[in-house]
Each structure stands twice: as structure tokens, then as C-alpha cells.
């Protein structure tokens, strides 16, 4: 895997997960993590991807799978 397959895959999961954002962004327990989503959490997300996946899916399951 080479170092801009790893990103496209970061940027990707960041769009999946921006899209994810704004189709809950009624919710209301998701209006705080929608006011702190900025331009750093993207690239972080984009550079970090592995982890923010990982975290992202067991506070996805543990809020609607309770």
C-alpha cells in the first residue's frame, strides 16, 4: 500500500463520514460533535484514518445499538 493510497482512503472516510455528519445533524446528540468538525479534525481524520475509523464505529453502534 503506498503512502497516496493511504490517504485517498483517509479522504474518502472523511466524505463518508462528513455525509454521515450532515444527514444527523438534527440529532441532538450530535450537535456538538457538528459545531467542533473543522478543516483540522478532516486532515487529522485523513492522516489518522485507521483510529478515527475504529472509534467512529463503536460510538456509531454503541448509540443506536444500545
Known sequence: MSIIN????GAL???VLDLILTKLNK???MKEIIEK???K????CVI??????ITF???FIKTYFK
Do not use: K
Open 48 to 53: 489518522i484514518w485507521p483510529i478515527a475509523f
Open 41 to 44: 479534525e478532516r486532515v487529522a
Open 57 to 59: 464505529s463503536f460510538s
Open 27 to 29: 440529532h441532538p446528540l
Open 37 to 39: 468538525w473543522g478543516w
Open 6 to 9: 493511504y490517504f485517498f482512503i
Open 13 to 15: 472516510f472523511t466524505f
